[in-house]
DNA sequence: CCTTTAGTGACACCGGGTGTCAAGTGTGCG
DNA sequence: CGCACACTTGACACCCGGTGTCACTAAAGG
C-alpha cells in the first residue's frame, strides 16, 4: 500500500524534464530555426549530455510533433460520445470542437502558435504532421466504418476513408485559411465554411 | 545552330545514370529494405562514389520519391485541359484518370508497386510522399479557386482547399480500398465509389 | 551499511548529407 | 597540335542525428 505510486514518482520527473526541454527548445527554435539548432544546444541548454536528450525523445523532430499524439485518443473518445444516429459528418464537425479547446488554451497560445509556424515552415517537420493526422485518420476511419453498417468493415470499401478524409481536408482548409484570415472570425466559423461546402450523398442503403 | 542541342547532350546521360541508380537501388531496397540499404551500397553497385550519387539525388529520399513531382504538372495541365462549365468534381475526377494511365503502364508496373509498397511500409518515406501530395493540391487549388468566382482567390476562403482536399481524400481512400481488394474491380471503379460518397453542395452564389 | 537498480555522462560508432580540392575528361580555339 | 577551359568525378574531412556500450552515481530497500 505504502507504494501507491510506484512509477508517478520517476515518471513525473520524467514529465517535468520532458517540458523543460520543450520550453528550452522552443526559445532555441525561434532564435535559429529548427534546422539551425542543434540537439547538442538542446541539451546543453537543459544541463545535460545529447545521450540524455535522447532519453527523454525518440527524436529531436518528436519534442515538437509528439504532442500530436494526444489528438489522435481525444478525438476518438469524442467521436465515441457522439449520439449513434448522429449523421457521420455532423459528428465529425463536433469532434473538430475539441481541437478548438485547445487552440483556446491562452497562456500558452503564443507559444503553441510559433511551434506551428515552426512546423509550416519546416517540410521535414511538416511531412512528419501529415503523416500523424494519418495516423489519427485511421482511428477514426474504423469508427466511421461501424455506422456505416454491414459492409462497414470491409477494408475495402473506400466509403469510410473517403469521408473521414474529406472531413480532415475540411479541417485542413479551414486552419490554413484561418491562418491567412485577419483573425476577426473565428476558427470555428472557418471550419462550418469549409465542412459545408461538402454534402455527402444519401446512402446508397444497398 | 549546329548546337541544337547544347544542353541535352549532358542532360542526357545524366537522365542514364539516374535511372540506372533508381534501378539498382529498387532492387537493394526490395532485397534488404530501405532503411537497410546504404547509400554507398547503391552507389557502389552503380559503380560510383557516395558523393556522386548526391549529385544525382539531393536525397536517398528522393531517389523513390522524386517521381511524384511528374504529378503535380500533369495533373495541373490536365485540370487546365477540363472545360471550364464542368462540375469542379466532375473536372477533378477525370483529372485523376491521369493517374491511372500510370498505373496502367504495364512492364514496369511490378516494379512500381514493389516501390509503392516500400512507400507505403517506410513513415519516413510514406511522411514525405503525403507531403508532396500536399504541393500537387496546393496548384490544384489556385485554378479551382478561380472557378468559384469573385471571391476565389482569395486566400481566406476554404472552400477551394476544402473541395481539392477531399478529391484527393477520394483518391488516396480509393488506393487503399484498391490495395485491399482482390483487385477484380479496377481503381477507377474504387475511385468512382469514394468520389460519389461525396458531393458539393449548391454554391451559396453569394 | 551494503546491495540493487535506474539514470546519467563519456565515448565510440553508424549513416545521411555537404564542402573542398585535386585529378580526370572532354570541347573549343589559337 | 597543343593549350585553356568547363564540367564531372572521387577522395577526404567534416557535421549532425541517432544508437550501443560501459562505468559512475545516487537513491531505494533490506
Known amino acids: 500500500m505504502s507504494e501507491s505510486t510506484p512509477l508517478p514518482i520517476r515518471e513525473r520527473t520524467r514529465r517535468l524534464a520532458q517540458t523543460e526541454l520543450t520550453s528550452v527548445a522552443q526559445d ?22 545529447k545521450r540524455t536528450f535522447f532519453r527523454y525523445f525518440p527524436s529531436k523532430d518528436d519534442l515538437v510533433i509528439g504532442k500530436y499524439d494526444l489528438f489522435a485518443d481525444r478525438m476518438a473518445e469524442a467521436l465515441d460520445e457522439r449520439p449513434a444516429d448522429e449523421p457521420i459528418w455532423e459528428s465529425l464537425r463536433r469532434v473538430f470542437d475539441t481541437t478548438l479547446d485547445y487552440v483556446q488554451d491562452d497562456y500558452q497560445r503564443a507559444r503553441n502558435e510559433a511551434m506551428d509556424e515552426i512546423v509550416r515552415s519546416t517540410p521535414q517537420l511538416y511531412a512528419r504532421y501529415l503523416e500523424k493526422m494519418q495516423r489519427v485518420q485511421q482511428l477514426l476511419i474504423g469508427r466511421v466504418a461501424g455506422r456505416l453498417g454491414a459492409r462497414g468493415d470491409d477494408p475495402s470499401d473506400p466509403r469510410p476513408a473517403a469521408i473521414v478524409g474529406a472531413a480532415f481536408a475540411c479541417m485542413q482548409a479551414a486552419r490554413q485559411a484561418w491562418f491567412a484570415s ?9 471550419l462550418d465554411v469549409a465542412m459545408k461546402t461538402i454534402q455527402l450523398s444519401e446512402r446508397p442503403t444497398a
Chains 1, 2 share one sequence.
Open 28 to 49: 532555441l527554435f525561434v532564435a535559429q530555426g529548427y534546422d539551425g539548432t542543434t540537439v547538442d544546444q538542446i541539451a546543453a541548454a537543459a544541463g545535460m549530455s
Open 182 to 190: 485577419d483573425r476577426s472570425d473565428t476558427f470555428g466559423d472557418y
